[in-house]
């Protein structure tokens, strides 16, 4: 199993511009999250989709769109880049529940200019 | 805002001593994680607890769950060189989201 994956590894970005992150997860989990990890701030929730077809907001959600049509995709849409969205992102996935650990892709580097 | 409280968020440790890294809350937990987050990595689940004053280890690490449920603690003994990164607790939040704190960035001086 590949686990989750991501792409891009490093991205760089104008301001203004838009771009989708993917993520794919191959352990039939039915929930998936975006987090991005700032320097002091930890991992904060971006958004997550408990199923196909279902998602939801997290903590900061502004400026990003997510589509669950699969099971296996997640992807996350920058709608127009700005320097505060300059960030490493995380895609995760579990099964559904309380009690059950996250696994975290690889991350994506973004930096918009 | 967090729902867990990590502190400290910055230890430096030296090869060979012990150090604890602590987690609070301010409302009661079903459960906590804990995760590791090497430098340039990811983070990786580490261990779950949910019972009150549960302890767990795992060879030179020490989880612990408080009889309230609203702290954990993280004991390392013996510090490595390997035990760099950073080490973040994660509470439910709702149904299905997990709260991260911010995280205790440890650095291993040799």
């Known amino acids: 199993n590949a686990g989750v994956t991501q792409t891009p590894k490093f991205q760089v970005l104008k301001t203004g511009q838009s771009m989708t992150l993917q993520c794919a997860q191959d352990m039939n989990h039915e929930y998936m999250s975006w987090y991005r990890q700032d320097p002091g701030m930890g991992l904060r929730l971006i958004h997550y989709s408990v199923g196909a077809g279902i998602t939801d907001q997290g903590e900061v959600p502004n400026g990003y769109n997510v589509s669950r049509s699969t099971t296996e995709d997640f992807p996350l849409r920058l709608l127009s880049a700005a320097p505060s969205q300059t960030s490493v992102y995380f895609c995760a996935s579990k099964v559904a529940g309380l009690y059950n650990e996250q696994f975290f892709g690889p991350g994506t580097r973004l930096t918009v200019l | 805002g967090q729902q867990v409280m990590q502190i400290p968020q910055y230890q430096h440790v030296q090869e060979g001593e012990d150090f604890t890294t602590y987690c609070n809350s301010s409302t009661t937990l079903s459960n906590i994680q804990w995760y590791k987050q090497r430098p340039g990595g990811h983070p990786v689940f580490l261990i779950q607890?949910?019972?009150?004053?549960e302890v767990k280890k795992q060879k030179r690490l020490t989880f612990q769950f408080g009889e309230a449920k609203k702290n954990s603690s993280l004991h390392i003994t013996a510090t490595q060189t390997t035990d760099v990164g950073t080490y973040f607790c994660?509470?439910?939040?709702?149904?299905?989201?997990?709260?991260f704190g911010k995280g205790n960035q440890v650095v291993v001086i040799p």
């Open positions: 994660a509470g439910p939040r709702g149904n299905n989201r997990l709260a």
């Open positions: 607890l949910v019972k009150s004053g």
